[in-house]
T-cell receptor, first 111, second 114 residues
């Protein structure tokens, strides 16, 4: 069974702090996506990474795909209350065709 | 442009009752999905469809049925609801199954089975 483990499960920080959340697996994925889900809403895609070692930036968010394509990280610089939400990673297995979702990291940024 | 819509938003059922959740998308996507989201377990695929008139089982299909009679609609049915089916249900759609395709999600249906 292919699993994506996300850590930490919960994170509560002050506005302006930096943070990193992780998505790890023992399996290789051909791509890794990060979604953000706000309360009462469905997930919304933030980014897709496909190459081992790839780094993508989206304003204050930096996403990295591990060299072996088994893990990914999301770093947020100077977090803001608007960053509050559930961050989900989703992997597309090599040789498969159905996306696998992690359980998510719930982030709360206090003003 | 409404994207993906789901009906209803909330529902409370008694054990053994039946209901149908409706998902509609206006993006002309071929692929549609039903997921359930439970605390600590992430999104789990129930059923999916690769086109009008076709459906397939996902990771947790037991107790659910689906139909895709029209391209834009994907229905999820519970014939005899059980408390274990208490969850938040999300519908999604995409243009394809490629590793870079984006899934567009609806706002969810919160179902409680008593």
């Amino acid at each position: 069974t292919q699993l994506l483990e996300q850590s930490p499960q919960f994170l509560s920080i002050q506005e302006g702090e930096n943070l990193t959340v992780y998505c790890n697996s023992s399996s290789v994925f051909s791509s890794l996506q990060w979604y953000r889900q706000e309360p009462g809403e469905g997930p919304v895609l933030l980014v897709t990474v496909v190459t081992g070692g790839e780094v993508k930036k989206l304003k204050r968010l930096t996403f990295q795909f591990g060299d072996a394509r088994k893990d990914s990280s999301l770093h947020i610089t100077a977090a803001q209350p608007g960053d509050t939400g559930l961050y989900l990673c989703a992997g597309y297995p090599t040789g498969g065709f159905k996306t696998i979702f992690g359980a998510g990291t719930r982030l709360f940024v206090k003003a | 442009n409404a994207g993906v819509t789901q009906t209803p938003k909330f529902r409370v059922l008694k054990t053994g009752q039946s209901m149908t959740l409706l998902c509609a998308q206006d993006m002309n996507h071929e692929y549609m999905y039903w997921y359930r989201q439970d605390p600590g377990m992430g999104l789990r695929l129930i059923h999916y469809s690769v086109g009008e008139g076709t459906t397939a089982k996902g990771e947790v299909p037991d107790g659910y049925n689906v139909s895709r009679l029209k391209k834009q609609n994907f229905l999820l049915g519970l014939e005899s609801a059980a408390p274990s089916q208490t969850s938040v249900y999300f519908c999604a759609s995409s243009t394809g199954l490629a590793r870079t395709d984006t899934q567009y999600f609806g706002p969810g249906t919160r179902l409680t089975v008593l």
